[in-house]
Nanobody
Framework: QVQLVESGGGLVQAGGSLRLSCVAS????????MGWFRQAPGKEREFVAA????????HYADSVKGRFTISRDNAKNTVYLQMNSLKPEDTAVYYC?????????????????WGQGTQVTVSS
């Protein structure tokens, strides 16, 4: 069993930055692709970013490309999401998750373990 705990969310003004962390316990994540998703009130959960097990390749939703950066530290069993130039439309609960189907890294159903989420609120 894997437990994921996200942190780093908060309230920030538009144009600001936040760094989210996702710490895993129960199993090493070094062999898994990892992803970040978000869900805004009244909207469906959407893909934000994903990273390969080695960190050598990353993938982003078009809406965050150039502003967000996903990274990982396998020695710390931790995945990060650096969010810059935040916009009010980035307001959501952000979740990290462990991918179990690398052919569908943008699809939530291909992730098995999820954290509890961390709230990000961007004011205009």
């Amino acid at each position: 069993q894997v437990q994921l705990v996200e942190s780093g969310g908060g309230l920030v003004q538009a144009g600001g930055s936040l760094r989210l962390s996702c710490v895993a316990s129960g199993r090493t994540l070094s062999r898994y692709f990892m992803g970040w998703f978000r869900q805004a009130p009244g909207k469906e959960r959407e893909f934000v970013a994903a990273i390969t097990w080695s960190g050598g390749s990353t993938h982003y939703a078009d809406s965050v490309k150039g502003r967000f950066t996903i990274s990982r530290d396998n020695a710390k069993n931790t995945v990060y999401l650096q969010m810059n130039s935040l916009k009010p439309e980035d307001t959501a609960v952000y979740y990290c998750a462990v991918n179990i189907d690398v052919s569908q890294i943008r699809v939530g159903a291909s992730y098995k373990y999820w954290g509890q989420g961390t709230q990000v609120t961007v004011s205009s």
